[in-house]
Nanobody, 121 residues
Framework: VQLQASGGGYAQAGGSLRLSCAAS?????MGWFRQAPGKEREFVAL????????YYADSVKGRFTMSRDSAKLTVYLEMNSLKPEDTAVYYC??????????????????WGQGTLVTVSS
């Protein structure tokens, strides 16, 4: 399975951006991590396909929303009320099965190319 991410770019604080990630095959879990300069990669949001349940990091709850197109094996991340601290390279990630440590990037073997999101103050 390969992941193709797109979207991102530049926004001012309070603005919005949208990311998308398309998978070439079925996965069990699919979502987003991000890595800011000098920081570790951190969990952002994901979907557990079997239950169509979304999970969000506390730092993005209420601001970011995931959606999906099951037929296209594509997920979207609508990012609203962006803050400068959201600036990072965002990575699409997936795994074939659910893992309770879904927030741990080490649990993912499928990664898309990163896409840069820059939020200015």
């Amino acid at each position: 399975v390969q992941l193709q991410a797109s979207g991102g770019g530049y926004a001012q604080a309070g603005g919005s951006l949208r990311l998308s990630c398309a998978a070439s095959g079925r996965t069990g879990v699919m979502g987003w991590f991000r890595q800011a300069p000098g920081k570790e990669r951190e969990f952002v949001a994901l979907i557990r396909w079997s239950m169509l349940r979304m999970y969000y990091a506390d730092s993005v709850k209420g601001r970011f929303t995931m959606s999906r197109d099951s037929a296209k094996l594509t997920v979207y991340l609508e990012m609203n009320s962006l803050k400068p601290e959201d600036t990072a390279v965002y990575y699409c990630a997936a795994r074939l099965s659910w893992n309770v440590q879904y927030y741990d990037s080490e649990q993912y073997s499928l990664w898309g190319q990163g896409t840069l999101v820059t939020v200015s103050s």
